[in-house]
C-alpha cells in the first residue's frame, strides 16, 4: 500500500505521539469554543491527521520492516512509557483513521439534526478526547497508560451516549448502565495490571513480557491474567458481559453508534489479543486452558444467542447491536482457536465488521435522518422511497449474512478454515447455524424495506433529502464491503500481520 | 494464623473493600448508592497499589555520583527510575557481601512469592533481581546487563571506596524504614483521577435521569420505560 | 471489437444487467421499458448461441481469488451452455407474454417487476456459467434474492406469506446445508472448480454421502421432496413469474446445480462409490409419484402445475443420482424438456386467467371452444410432459429409464412409468374438460379474448416441443461428451 | 417413380395425410386424404420388391428403422391398408373434424408399428396409435366416453411405457434394440426381466384375461365410424407383436384358450350389442393367441390368417352395427329389432359378417380358423382345443346369431328408419365381398401368408365337422329362445372384472390421493408448525421481553462479570496447577 514514510522527517519522527497529541490539543480548542461546525472542523482534522499519521506510520514500517517504537519524552523504556507500532496495532490505527473520517462526514448533518445546537462543540471534544483515548490504546506499549487511555475514551462515551437522550430518554440509563459496567471492566483490568506489576516491576509491555517468560508457574500472574481477561473482555462485549451495549448502540447519537460499532468494541479486542498473545505467555497451560474452556464457549454463545436475540427485536438499531454481539463472538473465536489462523481471522473479522456495521449504521442514520425511524415496522417500503440508501443498506445486511463476495464472506471463511485447522467442526456447524440466524435478522429488515408496502401516513410525515454528506460515506462503505469482498489481499494481508505480530511477536510484515 | 492475617492485613481490607464495593452496585437498586459501591470498588484498587509500592528496607532511587561512572552508562543511569533501580540493586549487592545470604534469601523468597507477606515484596523481588543480574548478567538481556553492570561497578565503590551516604544507610538501616515505591502512587493518582471523572460523569448522569423520569430508582426507571413501550404499542 | 469468448461470457451476466438499467431509466415510458427488455433479451439470446457453440472448448475466466482455491470463477461447458441457451430463449418468449399478461391484468409495479426479471436472469447466467462452487453458490443466492420480489409481487398478505415461506425455505436450506457443503467440499478437495469427473475422488464413502445429502437437499430450488412446498407457496406470483420459477430461472437453475454437482464435484466414479446416492435416488422416485399424486387432488390450475413440477424436478434429480451416463444425458434433456413444455403450460394457465379470470379446473369445462390455440397449445405441452411421442419430453424418460436399469435401479424404472400413467391423470382432464365438457353453468360464457401476445407464445412453445423431438441428435452428440458416453451407433 | 419411392414406410404416407387433415378445414379434401392414403400406402408396400430392413433414420445416436418388411409384417400391413381404406369409405359422410385425422394417423401409427423394425420405432408408433385413437373414443362427445377415453389411454401408455422399460431392459443385457431379424419370430423370452416387461406390455394391447377391459370398457363408447376403426389396429398389431416376440412361448396356447372361452359367457349376456362384439372380439383374439402359443409354422400361417379376415368381418359387423348406431341412435338389444324391413342391405351385410365370424364354410372364418384348430389339434394340446372348439360355438351363438337376431329380426323395435347411406353400403359390400372372396378362393389369402401352406380346408372331415357345430349351437340358440331360457336383453350393465380392479384401483387411487395429499399438507404443516414452535420458544427467550434478551439492570450485569471472573480464575487455577 504504502512503501515508506512520506511526511517530513520532524512530522514523521514524533508520528507516534502525535497521534494522540493532535486530537488531544484539537478537543481542548473545541471545548473553548461554542460553535458546532468549527468543531466538527477540527474534529475531522484530527481526525483525518492521525489517518494520515497512521499511513506514514505503516510506511515506515514497510520501509524498515520493524515496529515504530517512541520513548515518550525521551525516556527510554523501560523507564518511560512507551508507545510502540507494529503489524497489530497499525491495522487498528488504520481502522480507527479510516472509520473515524467516515463517521464524521456523516456526522456534520446526522450531529446538526440531533444535538442541540449549544452542545455541538462540546460533543465534538468529547469525541475528540473519545478518540485520543482509542488511539492512545493501540498505540501505547506500556499496560498502565493502556488502562489511562481505555478510561479515556471511556468517559466521554458515557457522555456522547447520553446526548441521546435528546431523542430518547432511554439512553441516559443505557449510559449509566454502560458507566457502571465499564468502570468495573476497567477497574478489573487495572487490578491485572497490578499484579503484573507486582510480580515484575515493570509496566513495559515488552519488559513485562520478556520477565513472564519465566513466570508461568506464578500464581499472581495467573490472576493477572484472570483479572485483565475479565476486564477486557467486559469492555469488548463479549457474552454475557454484552448487556451493556444493546442499549448503548440503540439509543445513542446516530453518528456515535456509528462511530462506536465500527471501533470501540474493536479496540478492547485489540488489547486482549496484545495481553494475550504478546505479553502473556500464550503457550502456558493457563493461558490456553481459560482460551479453549472460556473464550471459546462464550464466543460461540455469542454467535448463537445474540443472533437469536437479535431476531425478536423491534428496534432496528437493537437488531444490530445484538449482531453487533454476535460479530464479537466470531472474532473471539478465532482470539479462542489461538493460532495464526485463528487470529488472523478474528482480525479480519474486525475489520470487516467495521466496514459492515459502519455501512449498516450510516444508512440507519440516513433512514432516521430523512423519516425519523428506527422501528423495524416504520421501515416499510422504504426500498421505493429512498432506494439507493435501502441498496447500501442491502449490501451492508448481505455483508453481515455473509454471502459470497462480500467482506462477510471472506472473514467467516478464514474463521471456518481456522477451526477446521484445529478440527473444531461444531464451530463450523455453529458459525453456519449462526449466519442463519443472521438471515432471519436480516431478512426481517429487508422485507420491510423492499418488499412490504409503505402505511399510508395520516397526515403525510415530513421527509428530508438525505445530504451528501451522509451518502457519500454510506456509498464508500457499502462499496467497500464489495471490493473487499473480493479483493482481499488488503485487508487479508493487514489481518495476518497483525497476527503474526500478536503471536510471532515479530513485525508480522 | 494471627500472623499470618497481621502480616496480609491490608491485603484483607483490599479485599472487603472491593467485596463491599461490589455489592453496593449488585445490591442497589438506587442509582447513587449505585455509584458509591462502584467508588469504592475502585478505592480497594488504589489501596492494593499503594500496599504494593511500599518497601522494606527500600531506598530512594537516587544515584550519589552520577557523573562518576560514566563510560557508556551514564545516560542510561541518569534517569531517574534506573537510578531507583540501580540504588535498590546496590543495597542488596553490598548486603550480600557483607551479612551474608540472610536478607538476600529473604528477599529472594519474597520475590518468589510476591504478596505473601505485605513487607518488600517489590523492591526486595526486584531488588534480588537485579542483584541477581549483577553476577549472571550474561543470562539477562541487553538492557539488564548494562544496568547489572552498572550496579557492580556501583557495589564495588560501596565496598571498597567511601561509598555514598544513601548506599551506606541502606547497608546499615535496612530493616527499620518501610520505603514507598513512587511509582505506584503515581499510578493511583491517574486512577484517582479517572476514578473522580467517572464518578463525576456517573452522578451527572444521575441527574439527568432524576430530571427526566424523575426517579432515581432502577425498577422505577424500567417500569416507566416499559409503559412507553407500551403505549407506542412495540413491547 | 471481436467477439471473443471472455467478452462473450461477460456479455452473458451484463446484457441482462443493462436490460435492468433501461427498464429502470425508462420505467416511465411502459413502451420504451418493455422494449428494453425485449432488446436485452434478443441480445443475450444471441450472444448465449455464440457461448452454446464455443462450450467444447471450455473458456474460462478467473476474475479475482479471495482465498487460495476460492474464486470467482466463469467456465462454459456443455451442461451450463445449455441451460443458459435455455434460460435466455425462453426468456425472449417470457418477456413478450409478461408484456401481454402484465398489461391485459393492469398489474402495478411493473418497473420493479422488470427489473427483477432482468435481475433474475442474469443471476440464472451466472449459475449456468459459474466455474466453481462458490460462484455457483453465489449467483443461487442471488437468484433467490432477485425472484423474491416478484413472487410477491401482488404485495396483499397471500402473496406476502407465501413469499415468505418461499424465501426461507429456499435461503434457510442454502445457507445451512449448501453452504456447509460447499465449505466441506473445499476442505476436503483444497477446490471448488468443476473439474470433469469429479473432485472428491478422496473423500470415503461416509463424508461423500453426508456431502451428497446436503448438496441434495441444500439445493432447495430442486424441490427434492421435502423441501420442496416453497414451489406451491410460491404460486402467488403472477403467471410470468410462475413460467420464470418453473420453466427458464429457478428450478432450473436447482436441479442444474444438482446435475453440476454431480457431474463435477463428485462425478460418476465417485457417485457409485457413495451409498447415499442410491437412498437419493429412491427419494427421487418417491418424489416424483407423490407429487404427481398429490397434484392428482389439486383443483387450482397453477398448484397442480406446481406439483407436476415437484414431481418432474425429481427426474433430473433421479437422473443425477443414478450418475449412470444415460440417467445424466436424460437428466441434462429433462432441464430442457421440461422447461419448454412447463413454460407453455404456465403461459396457458396465465392465458386463461387473463381471458376468464378462472383459476379452479373445474371451472374451465368448455373454455376450449372459445381458446382452442391455448388449449391446444397446453394438450401439447401436456403430451410431451407425460413423455409421448412424438414431443420433446419422451427423450428425457427414455434416457431416464436406459439410465436406472444401467445403474441397477430397474425398480426405479417403474416410478417413471407410474408417472406418466399419473401424467395422464392429471394433465389430460385439464384439456380435455376444457374442449369436450359443457360448462358448469347454463349462463353464456364469452371470454375476453386474452390479449395476442399471451396466446402466441405459448404456441410457439408447444412447437418447440416438437421441434425439440426431431432436434434430438444435435442435443445429444452435443451433451454426450460431458457424461463420457460413447454414442451408440 | 417407384425407384423413388423405395423404402419409404406405408406409414408415412397416411400419417402425413392425418397430420394434413388436422389442419384441411374442407370436408371432402379430408374424405379424399382418408381414401387416397391407403392407396399410397398399397402403393408404397407394393413396389418394395422384397423383404429387408428400408428407411433407417439415425437420431440421438440411435438408428430407427422404421420400415422392415418380411413375410409377416407383410401380412398385417397389407390388411390394415386394406381397414384404412374401407374406413375411409365408411367414414365419408362424417362431419366431425376430429375423427378423421385421428383415424388417419391412427392407421398409419398401426401401419409403422407393423413394420418398425427395432423396439424403439415399435414403441413411438404404439404410443402414437394410443395417443391418436383417444380421439376416435371422445369424438362421441358424451361425459362416459371422456372417462372411458382416459382410462383408455393410461392403460395404452402403461403399455407403452412397459414396453419401452422393457426394450431398455433388454439393450442394456442385449445391447441391441432390434426387434428380431427380417422373417424372425419368437425372439423374447419371458425368463428375462425385459423380456416379461415386453409380453406384459403385448399382453395388455392384446387384452388378455384381467387385462382385456379396457377394450370392452372403450370401444363400444366411441363414434358408430370410431369403433370400426378401433376394432381394426390395436389388437391386431398387438398379435403381431407377440407372433414377432413370442410364438412358441406355451404360455400363450392357454391364455388363448381362456381368452377364446370366458367371453363367451359375458357375450351372451351383454346387452349393448358393441359391447357384444367387443366380447367377440376378445375371443378371436384368443384364437390367434392361441396359435401363437402353439408356434409352428402352421399356427402362425393360422394366426396370420385370422387377423387377416378378422379384421375384415369384425369391421364389417362394427360396420353394420355402427349403421344401426346411426340411423336409430342406439345398439341396445333391448331396444332394437325388425329393422330388416328398413335396412334390407344392411341386414345382409351383417349376416355375413355373422357367418364369417361363426367360420361357417365358405366364408373367410372358416378357412383361417381351420388352420389355427389344425395346428393346435397338431401339436397335441388336447384341452385347449376342446376349449377352441367349444368356444367356436360360442362365437355362433352370441355373434353369428345373437346379433342379427336381436338387431334386425326379433320382437319390432318399432323403428322406421332409412337405410344406411351409400358409402357405408359401400364399405360393407366390400367386406362382405372380401368375406366371400377369401373364403371361396382361399388360395388368395393362404398366399399371402408367412410360410408356405399345404392345407386344403375344404376336406369332408372339416366341413362336416364345423356344420355339426354350427348346427348344434343353432339348434341350441333357437330352442333356449322357444323355451325362453335364453338370457333376455335386458337394459342392464354388466359387470365383468373390470368391476374389481377399477374398484381397487380406484380405491386406492383415492387412498392414496388422501394420504399424500395429508402427507403434502401434513408437510406444509409440518413446515409451518415447526416454524411456528421454534419461533415461539425463540421468542419467548430471546424478544425484547423475553428471558434472554430483558432489559437487565447494571447492579446484575456486575454479578456476571463477578461470575465470569470466579470462573476464569478457577479454570486458570485447574489448568496451572
Known sequence: MIEASFLPAALSDHAPVLLVLVPMVLAAIVAAQPSGRFGWLAALIGVVSTLILALDIYGQMQASGAPVAYAIGGWQPPYGIEFRIDGLNIALLLLLGVMGTLALIFALPSVADEIAKSKQSLFYAAFLICFTGLVGVSTTGDAFNLFVFLEISSIPTYALIAMGAQKDRRALTASFNYLVLGTIGATFFVIGVGFLYMSTGTLNMADIARLLVEQNDNRVVQVAFGFILVGLALKAALFPLHMWLPNGYAYAPNFVTTFLASTATKVAFYALIRFTFDIFDPTASFVTGLLTWVITPLAVMAMVISSAQAIFQVNVRRILAYSSVAQVGYMMLGFGIASLAGVSAGMLHLLNHALMKGALFVALGAFSYAYGVRRIDDFKGLGQLMPGVSAAFTIGGLSLIGVPFTVGFVSKFYLVSAALERGWWWAVALIVFSSVLAVFYVYRILINIWVNPAPVHEPAIKVRRVPMMILIPLWILALANLVFGVQTDLLVGLAQDAARAALDGGMGL | MVELISERFNYIIVIALMMIGLYGVVSSANLVKRLVGLSIFQTSVFLLYITMGKVFGGVPPILPYPAEHGDGHGSDAGHGTAAAHAGEGAHHSVEAAHDGDHIQSDAQTHGATPGATQSDAHAGAQGADVAHGASQAASHGDLRERVGEAVHSLAEQAAHHDAGPAAYDGVHHTAEIIYSNPLPHVLILTAIVVGVATLAVGLALVVRIRESYGTIEDSAIARADYSDEIERGTA | MTWTPELALGLALALPLAGGVGVVAFGRYPNVREAMTLIAAVLLAINVAYLVEIAPSNPTIELFEFAPGLSLKFKLEPLGALFAMVASGLWILNSLYSIGYMRGNKEKDQTRFYLCFTLSIAAAMGVALSGNLITLFFFYEALTFSTYPLVAHKGDAKARKGATIYMSILLSTSIGLLLPAVLITYFVAGTTDFTPGGILGAAGPVLSSVILCLFAFGIGKAALMPVHPWLPNAMVAPTPVSALLHAVAVVKAGVFSMLKVTTYVFGPLTMAATPAADALAWLAGFSIVAASIIAMTQDNLKARLAYSTVSQLSYVTLGAMLASPAAMLGAALQIVMHAFAKITLFMGAGAIYTGTKKTNISDMAGLGKFMPVTFAAFGIASLSLIGLPPFGGTWPKFFLMQGSDQAGHPWLMAALIGSSLLNIGYLLPIVINAFFKKPKDDAPMRPGMPPLLAVLPPLLTAIATFVLFLLIDPLVSYLAPVFSMEIAS | ?577
Request: with cysteine; charged share 10%.
Open chain 4, 1 to 577: 417413380m417407384s425407384d423413388l419411392f423405395m423404402g419409404i414406410s406405408p406409414a408415412i404416407p397416411v400419417v402425413l395425410a392425418g397430420l394434413l387433415a388436422v389442419i384441411l378445414p374442407w370436408h371432402y379434401a379430408r374424405k379424399v386424404l382418408m381414401v387416397l392414403s391407403p392407396l399410397a400406402a398399397l402403393f408404397l408396400l407394393l413396389i418394395t420388391p422384397q423383404s429387408g430392413v428400408y428407411g433407417v433414420v439415425e437420431m440421438a445416436g440411435l438408428s430407427f428403422e422404421t420400415y422392415r418388411l418380411d413375410n409377416i409384417s407383410r401380412v398385417w400391413g397389407l390388411v390394415f391398408i386394406i381397414a384404412a381404406f374401407l374406413n375411409g369409405i365408411y367414414a365419408w359422410h362424417e362431419k366431425d373434424r376430429m375423427s378423421d385425422p385421428s383415424g388417419l394417423i391412427y392407421a398409419g401409427a398401426g401401419l409403422g408399428a407393423v413394420f418398425a423394425g427395432d423396439l424403439l420405432t415399435l414403441f413411438f408408433f404404439w404410443e402414437l396409435t394410443a395417443i391418436s385413437s383417444i380421439f376416435l373414443i371422445f369424438a362421441s362427445r358424451k361425459g362416459e366416453a371422456y372417462r372411458a377415453g382416459l382410462r383408455y389411454l393410461a392403460i395404452s401408455v402403461l403399455s407403452g411405457v412397459l414396453l419401452l422399460g422393457g426394450a431398455v431392459m433388454l439393450y442394456n443385457t442385449t445391447g441391441s434394440w432390434a426387434f428380431g431379424g427380417v422373417g424372425d419370430v419368437g425372439v423374447f423370452s419371458i425368463d428375462t426381466p425385459g423380456g416379461m416387461l415386453l409380453f406384459l406390455a403385448f399382453g395388455i394391447k392384446c387384452a388378455f384375461p384381467l387385462l382385456h377391459n379396457w377394450l370392452q370398457d372403450a370401444y363400444p363408447k366411441a363414434t358408430a365410424t370410431g369403433a370400426v376403426v378401433l376394432s381394426a389396429f390395436t389388437t391386431k398389431l398387438a398379435i403381431y407383436a407377440l407372433a414377432r416376440g413370442f410364438a412358441g412361448t406355451e404360455i400363450l396356447i392357454w391364455i388363448g384358450a381362456i381368452m377364446t372361452a370366458f367371453p363367451v359367457f359375458f357375450a351372451v349376456v351383454e346387452n349393448d350389442l358393441r359391447k357384444v362384439l367387443a366380447y367377440s372380439l376378445n375371443n378371436q383374439l384368443g384364437f390367434m393367441v392361441c396359435a401363437i402359443g402353439v408356434g409352428s409354422e402352421l399356427a402362425l400361417n393360422g394366426a396370420a390368417a385370422h387377423a387377416f379376415v378378422h379384421i375384415i368381418y369384425k369391421g364389417l359387423l362394427f360396420m353394420t352395427m355402427g349403421a344401426v348406431l346411426m340411423r336409430v341412435g342406439t345398439t341396445k338389444a333391448s331396444h332394437l329389432g325388425g329393422l330388416y324391413k328398413s335396412m334390407p342391405l344392411t341386414t345382409v351385410f351383417c349376416m355375413i359378417g355373422g357367418a364369417a365370424i361363426s367360420a361357417f364354410p365358405l366364408f373367410s372364418g372358416f378357412v383361417a380358423k381351420a388352420l389355427t384348430l389344425s395346428a393346435v389339434l397338431h401339436e397335441h394340446h388336447y384341452i385347449p382345443w376342446l376349449i377352441l372348439v367349444f368356444a367356436s360355438a360360442g362365437v355362433l351363438e352370441h355373434s353369428g346369431i345373437k346379433i342379427p337376431y336381436c338387431a334386425f329380426f326379433g320382437h319390432d323395435g318399432g323403428h322406421k328408419v332409412k337405410e344406411a347411406p351409400f358409402n357405408m353400403l359401400l364399405a360393407m359390400g366390400l367386406a362382405s365381398f372380401l368375406c366371400l372372396y377369401l373364403g371361396i378362393n382361399y388360395g388368395a389369402l393362404y398366399n399371402l401368408l408367412p410360410y408356405a401352406v399345404e392345407y386344403q380346408p375344404y376336406t369332408y372331415d372339416h366341413v362336416v365337422g364345423q356344420m355339426q357345430l354350427l348346427l348344434a349351437a343353432l339348434f341350441a340358440f333357437t330352442f333356449l329362445m322357444r323355451f325362453k331360457l335364453y338370457p333376455a336383453e335386458k337394459d342392464i350393465t354388466i359387470l365383468d372384472t373390470d368391476w374389481i380392479y377399477r374398484k381397487v384401483l380406484d380405491g386406492a387411487a383415492r387412498w392414496s390421493c388422501a394420504m399424500l395429499d395429508r402427507l403434502g399438507g401434513a408437510m406444509d404443516q409440518g413446515w409451518a408448525g415447526l416454524g411456528r414452535t421454534i419461533r415461539k420458544g425463540l421468542f419467548n427467550l430471546f424478544s425484547p421481553a423475553g428471558s434472554f434478551a430483558r432489559d437487565v439492570p447494571s447492579g446484575i450485569m456486575a454479578v456476571w462479570s463477578t461470575l465470569l471472573l470466579a470462573v476464569v480464575l478457577i479454570v486458570a487455577y485447574i489448568y496451572a496447577s
